[in-house]
């Protein structure tokens, strides 16, 4: 059973000491609540306040612990497996191998200054590369820069058997 | 000594079970905490509540949670009950699962120091009544559980599966506890069941919830009785005319009417009843009566013409209180494999029409009550001096509060009539 985006995001809502959890390990604990339940939670039959609320409080909450000039430092998310990128209107999370390729779709996004309907292509196309073999881990968040609209997209796989779906979301 | 944590969810019912198994542990020499972060405590007791998906995730979610504190987590009521084997193999982790009608066999199986399993496949609750229960909240206001498990069908419904047929405590017993909670300070006591208004109708062959009610009015210490979770159909005259004649019987009803269209009632396999009729009988035959209800959106086959009938129902039977759900579609219910489901984005805009306009019927109830003189029990008062009190037509937990200034000295539990002095949406504002 795939988790759903929900699920991660829950996962990242409720997560105990997050800061010392890798991101691996909330995926495997968002798994194991849907195993569970037996039943995914799909992202996108919430009402779009909930689905803003929702992605406002994960933001938020990543934000609070993964700051670069927080206490803990950019190193320290390295060593947790965690690189946050930020751009003009992008905020990314991703693990291992995946890095070095979102920040590459990252400069080009923001070199090539795309539209929405191109940021979404080009995520759409990075998603699909990243994930064919069916091994990385990651989910991103873009925002318009008016704090308010985003486009959502959840992939991967985290660890053998802990996949969860791709969500895609055009607000 | 071996310390356990107790962790508890869901709703008043779960928690005085969460304190029946405090109480037996206490009995047997356990040390309780309530916090499972606790570096001391050897096993964790999570009480679950399996209700509605939400309330499953949470429960779900917070066994995770302890489990990666390497503790020995033991999954407590609904969620064991509900899955019984197939739990224990999903989270093998765990070191115990125990049942909805098994909980007073908890310290018998922390004291083997085995892992263990022991759900009954029937639920059929019997309350433990030896066992003194251990609140975890103390103040005015307790709760006493009158009966277990509901006989009804509810379309929507879990708990029979749960918490088996309905099973009555003795009118004696509730007493006894009642006169113990009253001793301890206790001033208003809260009745609660799956199905309140049909207390008796096992033990004593027809609903009996105003024999418990004159019985209980003999406690002298007692200030205030309040009954939750009424059903329509029981609601007999006899109660009717118990909640007139007994003056500590707060003039207050909850009934979750659940809808008012006779189609969605069916489909709902509740009673077919006009909710305007029933609750204008109430009002008439209760003076100062306050109604509180909650109401399901979104239920499947609910169509527009079926909203329309329940927006207009709450709009014009005007409750003092209502609460509002969106139908959660659990499995093993009728309602489950029931067509067409209703999206769940219009169940919560459906939810949140009502809600509004609760909100505004709550506001012109509440501006109404202004220089007005309202029965209000204290709940507690803070450092800066703010008193916060429950009026009459508020139950703990559920409804609002009326926030009180006054130079005069108080204590929580005593009840006072309090003259408002201003409001706001939900909450009220007074002086002593």
Not at chain 1, 22 to 35: G, N, Q, S, T
Not at chain 2, 31 to 53: G, Q
């Amino acid at each position: 059973m795939q988790v759903s985006f929900t699920g991660i995001l829950k996962a990242y809502l409720s997560s105990e000491n997050s800061i010392q959890t890798p991101i691996e390990r909330k995926f495997a604990k968002a798994k194991r609540v849907e195993d569970v339940l037996n039943r995914k939670d799909d992202f996108r039959v919430y009402p779009v306040n909930e689905q803003m609320k929702m992605l406002l409080m994960a933001k938020s909450s990543i934000r609070d612990y993964k700051e670069p000039n927080s206490d803990m430092g950019e190193e320290y998310m390295k060593q947790a497996g965690i690189y946050r990128l930020t751009a003009r209107d992008a905020i990314y999370y991703c693990t291992g191998s995946d890095i070095e390729a979102a920040k590459q779709l990252q400069k080009e996004i923001k070199e090539k200054g795309l539209n929405k309907q191109e940021r979404q292509e080009a995520v759409s196309k990075f998603i699909e590369e990243r994930t064919k073999d069916g091994d990385n881990a990651g989910f991103f968040i873009l925002d318009s820069s008016d704090g308010m609209r985003y486009d959502i997209f959840a992939f991967g796989e985290a660890k053998k058997g802990h996949t969860f779906t791709s969500g895609f979301l055009e607000l | 000594m071996k310390k356990v944590a107790i962790v508890h969810h869901g709703c008043a019912k779960n928690l005085i079970d969460t304190e029946l198994i405090s109480g037996k542990l206490i009995e047997k020499g356990y040390e309780i905490t309530l916090d499972a972060y606790d570096p001391d405590c050897d096993y964790i007791i999570v009480n679950t509540c399996s209700f509605i998906f939400d309330a499953e995730e949470e429960s779900v979610r917070s066994i995770f949670d302890f489990i990666d504190t390497g503790k020995k987590v033991i999954v407590a009521g609904c969620l064991s009950q509900k899955h019984k084997k197939h739990l224990k193999k999903l989270i093998p982790e765990a070191y115990g699962f125990i049942g909805t009608s098994d909980i007073d066999k908890i310290a018998d199986l922390l004291d083997t120091e085995k892992e263990f399993y022991y759900v009954s496949e029937t639920p059929h609750c019997v309350y433990p009544e030896n066992t003194q229960r251990a609140q975890i909240t103390v103040g005015a206001s307790s709760y006493i559980k009158i009966a277990e498990g509901c006989n009804y069908s509810c379309g929507y419904c879990v708990i029979p599966k749960l918490r088996g047929k309905f099973t009555s405590r003795p009118i004696e017993n509730i007493v006894g506890e009642a006169k113990n909670l009253a001793d301890k300070g206790v001033s208003e006591i809260v009745l609660i069941a799956q199905d309140t208004s049909s207390y008796g109708i096992d033990l004593y062959k027809k609903p009996s919830l105003d024999k418990l009610l004159y019985e209980l009015d003999k406690i002298q210490n007692l200030s205030w009785i309040r009954i939750l979770y009424t059903y329509p159909t029981n609601f007999t005259k006899g109660l009717i005319k118990a909640y007139r004649e007994i003056d500590r019987v707060v003039k207050y009803v909850d009934i979750p009417l659940q809808h008012s269209h006779p189609e969605i009632l069916k489909a709902m396999r509740r009673p077919i009843i006009n909710g305007e009729d029933f609750v204008k009988k109430l009002r008439d035959e209760i003076e100062g009566l306050a109604v509180r209800t909650t109401l399901i959106t979104g239920y499947p086959t609910e169509n527009e013409e079926h909203f329309e009938h329940l927006y207009n129902f709450v709009k014009n039977v005007k409750f003092d209180r209502l609460g509002a759900f969106e139908f959660s579609k659990e499995k093993n219910t009728y309602a489950y494999n029931l067509k067409p489901q209703v999206p769940k984005k219009v169940k919560q805009k459906r939810k949140e029409e009502i809600l509004k306009l609760q909100k505004e019927i709550s506001y012109e109830l509440n501006s109404k009550m202004i220089g007005k003189k309202i029965p209000s029990i204290i709940e507690t008062i803070q450092s800066d001096g703010l008193t916060i009190a429950r009026t009459y037509k508020d139950a703990p937990d559920v409804d609002g509060l009326i926030y009180i200034e006054t130079d005069k000295p108080l204590t929580p539990g005593d009840i006072y009539d309090v003259e408002v002095t201003n409001f706001s949406d939900y909450d009220l504002y007074g002086k002593i």
